[in-house]
């Protein structure tokens, strides 16, 4: 079982251009969540995509969007990108009704906003 | 790996001893609160959980304590080893959807 798969692993943007970020959840799992890791702090959640909706917002801006496709794999998009968004973006899938602790963490993609 | 955090609360002990990692959560309303450990590179790791009708729980090795009174948490490792070096996470879920809010983290270093 190849867990929740996370791409790019790293990349570097400046300052106005737009990112999209890849995951693939863990086999079994329909339920898509994405958490914004600053250094030194822990994740914040972002959203939470199931059926290819977004079911459920944390305090993010609109540039900020996602989407969920029939294979259940996700994107996530950020638009002119700022300094401060620089951060671990972790993925995290579960399965539908299922309680927290199934939920299951990539190992991140690592952006860096120059 | 990368760092996972820097400018964290840290614990340090040595091999074998046990050690305790506390966590102040924020919300009352929540009712179930999980432990996560993360290592350098790598994605949080599910540790163990309690809900909020219980104030202990104990797993292999680690003990969580849950104090709704003063809304603290805190994580017990009994005969740490160098494996255990890690960011320690708590997060509670108040919000539904299984989604979950972390507190600050704590790193632990042991020495062999």
């Known amino acids: 079982d190849a867990g929740v798969t996370q791409s790019p692993t790293h990349l570097i943007k400046t300052r106005g251009q737009q990112v999209t970020l890849r995951c693939s959840p863990k086999?079994?799992?329909?339920?898509v969540s994405w958490y914004q890791q600053a250094l030194g702090q822990g994740p914040q959640f972002i959203f939470q995509y199931y059926e290819e909706e977004e079911r459920q917002r944390g305090n993010f801006p609109d540039r900020f969007s996602g989407h969920q496709f029939p294979n259940y794999s996700s994107e996530l998009n950020v638009n002119a990108l700022l300094l401060g968004d620089s951060a671990l973006y972790l993925c995290a899938s579960s399965p539908l009704g299922s309680g927290a602790n199934v939920l299951t963490f990539g190992a991140g993609s690592r952006l860096t906003v120059l | 790996g990368e760092s996972v955090g820097l400018h964290l609360p840290t614990l340090s002990v040595q091999e074998g001893d046990n050690s305790i990692i506390n966590c102040a959560y924020s919300?009352?309303?929540?009712?179930?609160f999980i432990w996560y450990k993360q290592e350098s590179g790598k994605g949080p790791q599910f540790i163990i959980d309690i809900r909020s009708n219980m104030d202990k729980r104990q797993g292999q090795r680690v003990t969580v304590l849950l104090n709704k009174t003063v809304k603290h948490l805190s994580l017990q490792i009994a005969a740490t080893q160098p494996g255990d070096s890690a960011v320690y996470f708590c997060?509670?879920?108040?919000?539904?959807?299984?989604?979950?809010?972390f507190g600050k983290g704590t790193m632990l270093l042991v020495s062999p």
């Open positions: 997060a509670e879920n108040g919000g539904g959807y299984s989604t979950l809010t």
């Open positions: 919300n009352s309303a929540s009712d179930y």
């Open positions: 086999s079994g799992h329909d339920t």
